[in-house]
Structures are given as C-alpha cells and as structure tokens.
C-alpha cells in the first residue's frame, strides 16, 4: 500500500534505520523517532496507520506509548517489537491493543506480512467507525453485529458503496438481515437525510405490485378511485429497497429494467413520464443464476441489479456473532422490563453456540424475546429456551467431535471451548490444554479465534 504511514520508534538508530529503509523501498511513506517523546511529537503532525514501537526504551516504554497514540488514533495498527524475551509484556500490549508482537531481529518478509495485514485492519476499522458515525435513530445501528470476519467483510463494502448510486444485490437466506443491511447502506450514504422506502415484492400479486411501486391514476384497474403514488417516486432522493426481487413478474421486470436504464416511468393508467431520482437496493435468498438459466428471470435485468453484491452469510456460518447478537436482543428487551435479564448461564451459551439456526438471526432473535418473557430467574438459562433448540444443541454437541471431521477443526473446537471456559484467560487455557502460552498464541492467530468485546 504505497501511501501507507508507518511510525517506527526504537531508541537504537541503526536498528530503526535499517527497517526504515527497507520499508521505504516498498513505497512505505516512514517516519522515525528515537524515544516516546519524539514518536508524540510526530503522531501530532501526521495521522499514522501503523507503528512498530521498541517495548524496552529509555525513560517511557513502548507500553506507555502504545497507549498514548491508541488515546488519540484508536484505528493505529501497533506492531511491538523486542530484543528481549519479552512475551509477558508483548501479551500485555495485546490487551491494550496492539495488533502483533515480533521479536528482534525482525525478519523482512514477516515484518512487510504484518504490515500488509496490519493496514487491512486499519482500513476495515476506520471505514466501519466511519459508517456507524452515520448511522442514526430510527435506523438501529447497534443492531448491526460485526464480530465476525464475514459480517466486517460485508459493512466495509457497504461503507465503501454508500455514496454510490449503482445498484445493490443483497443476497442471503431467509431471516439473515438482508434488509439491516440495505438500512446500512441507506443511511451511510447522502441520501441519508431522505426515505428509505422498502416493499416486499413476494408479498403482492401481479396488479397490485405494479400499482405500489410505479404508482395509478384514476380508472386504471377496478377500484382505483383516485390518483395513487407508487414508492419509487415516494423514495425520490433516497433509497427504495425491494425484497424478494426474483419473486417479481416477468411483466414488471420489463418495467423494471426500463426504470433502471432511463430513469424514468409512467404510473399505471397514465401516459406522464415520471423521472425516478433514488437509489436501488435489492434483495433475495433465491438463486437468480439458476432462474436466468430457466428463462424464469430476465438476463439482461439481473446483470442491471448485479452491480454491486453483498453476501450476507448464514449465522451458522458466523457463529462469532451469536452471542454480540444475544446481548443486543437482551438489552431491547430490558427497555421498560421492570425485572431487566442480567445474564446468560453458560449452559445456554453452549446451547445457543451449538445450534444450527436454520432460521438465522430472525430466529435467534424470536428465541431471545421468548427466553426472557418465560425467565424464571433474571439470568437466562437453557431450560427458557425452546425445546428444539435444547435438542438441536445435545445433537451437535455429540457429533461436534466426529472421526470424519478434520484434525484441524477437532483442534480449534477444543481450543474455543476452552478458551470459552476460562473467559479467555491465555494461562489457565493454556495450562489446561497441556501447552505453552506463545503456542496458544500461534495456534488462535492460525485459527482466528479472538476474544469479542
């Protein structure tokens, strides 16, 4: 990345010399400091993404400074780096948000591999802080859990297609938040300050459609008694999001496509062309390819949609999300709860961790508002869950550890379960599983398992 800024602060000259050059070479824009003290200096003239702070130096240590650039520069990429043995103190900068820990000398090729993934987290952060800065009631913005690799892959794409006017393919299974998604979209974007405007195109039949999203004079169908607006000129400057799109008619597609291409349209009955000035979003769990193949959706109409694509995953595929989403619904639902739920038992983690949630986050959700309505207690506990989710979860849990499954995803289960147990704690994890704390270090960073605020 040829503009990225690195700060390198090491108090031994020819140590940051000899890394300066080499980085400066890769197109790397490098700034150097010898103490804490010149590195603040620096970091209040010129914004860094990265840094790769000394821990050991004169008068205020890397730590101390780690902490001061993250006060003010929270998206910085920190990389520490030690002559010493220092894994305690490297562990601790981790904690306090350092992004790696290598140790002296550093080799060049893991130095610019860590770079490379340190400037792809910083972006991610900064685009995703970026986007939720303009996200604003009514639209929910917390509800849009991002623990998950997958679901930061797909709100860094939204922050970076938000100002854009192309059009929007939502795809995803039923219940997975296609529409949250849209919201997102919508309300990152310029259009921000104007409707969002959403219809269900499954939801409709053929004539009634027709007339909601373009609209009906007088007398067009048999009680059309007056002048009917349709929700794309509703949605003129802002966003119109139609679900369900492969459900639509073959005749509307047509109709469809013309509005997409020329921007314009006509209401049903009347002959005035009306432009269309909104964005459009759109969305389905059904396979467009497959219904193009069959001659049962338009080619020409899907590669019109097709511009953009967000793929939101199934929750079974992103279970780092499961339970960032569980705290989110409990907190809606202690809005106004003279007896708020506190808590979840671990016993209903594991339940809820296990289960496959075949109707997604929807269900999760209808499963998470019943739990605490029937509570006993105001901790949560397996038993205020639904039968077939105590069952689901007793099924998975016996075939979690299957002879057919890897040896690597055998490894990183065991792992996660016993991280889980131990709240994350690296030294009572690692002293259970029988192996040295950097190893369990090396083996979460091989697995991505990592702690979630």
């Known amino acids: 990345m040829p503009h ?16 300066g050059g080499a980085l400066r070479q890769q197109g790397y824009a490098v700034t150097e400091a010898g103490s804490a003290e010149e590195a603040a200096k620096a970091a209040e003239k010129t914004f860094f993404e990265v840094a790769l702070l000394d821990i050991r130096m004169p008068g205020r240590s890397g730590l101390e400074l780690l902490s001061d650039l993250k006060g003010t520069n929270p998206d910085l990429q920190a990389i520490m780096v030690s002559a010493h043995a220092d894994f305690d103190k490297g562990l ?16 060049l090729t893991q130095l610019l591999a860590t770079i490379e993934r340190a400037s792809e987290r910083h972006w991610l952060l900064a685009e995703n802080r ?19 690799p997958a679901m930061r892959d797909v709100l860094s794409t939204v922050a970076r297609a938000a100002d854009s006017d192309a059009t929007v393919l939502v795809r995803g299974e039923s219940g997975t938040g296609k529409e949250l998604v849209a919201r997102a979209l919508h309300h990152a974007s310029r259009r921000a300050s104007k409707s969002f405007v959403a219809v269900n195109c499954a939801a ?4 009634l459609l027709e007339s909601e999203l373009f609209g009906s004079e007088k007398g067009a169908y048999t ?19 139609l679900d369900e799109i492969g459900d639509v008619p073959g005749s509307i597609q047509a109709k469809l496509l013309r509005v997409l291409e020329h921007k314009t349209f006509e209401r049903l009955g009347g002959a005035e062309t009306i432009k269309s000035d909104c964005r459009v979003v759109v969305a389905t769990h059904q396979n467009l390819e497959a219904m193009v193949a069959e001659g049962r959706f338009r080619e020409d109409l899907y590669y019109r949609l097709n511009v953009i694509q967000l793929v939101i995953p199934p929750l079974r595929e992103r279970p780092m999300d499961i339970l960032p989403l569980i705290e989110t619904f409990i907190a809606r639902q202690n809005v106004g709860r003279s007896r708020p739920v506190k808590g979840i038992t671990p016993a209903a983690k594991d339940a809820l961790m296990s289960y496959g949630w075949p109707g997604n986050v929807r269900e999760l959700l209808n499963a998470v508002e019943r739990a605490c309505v029937l509570a006993r207690g105001d901790v949560l506990d397996a038993s205020d869950f639904p039968l077939q989710i105590r069952r ?15 040896l690597a995803e055998v490894e990183r289960r065991h792992i996660q379960r016993a991280l889980e147990h131990h709240q994350w704690s690296l030294i009572q994890t690692a002293a259970t599983l029988g192996i040295h704390r950097n190893t369990l270090r090396l083996k979460m960073r091989e697995y991505g398992l990592e702690k979630q605020q």
């Open 223 to 241: 009680g059309a008694v007056a002048r009917r607006i349709g929700r794309f000129e509703l949605a003129s400057g802002g966003t119109l999001f």
């Open 204 to 207: 409709l039949p053929e004539t």
């Open 392 to 406: 689901g979860s007793s099924e998975a849990t016996a075939t979690s550890d299957s002879p057919t499954l890897p």
């Open 4 to 19: 990225l800024r690195i700060l390198i602060v090491d108090d031994e000259k020819s140590q940051r010399e000899l890394v």
């Open 130 to 148: 970026y986007l939720k800065e303009k996200l604003e009631e009514p639209y929910r913005a917390e509800d849009l859990v991002m623990a998950s």
């Open 92 to 107: 601790e900068a981790m904690k306090k948000g350092a992004f790696d820990f290598l140790k002296k000398p550093v080799d």
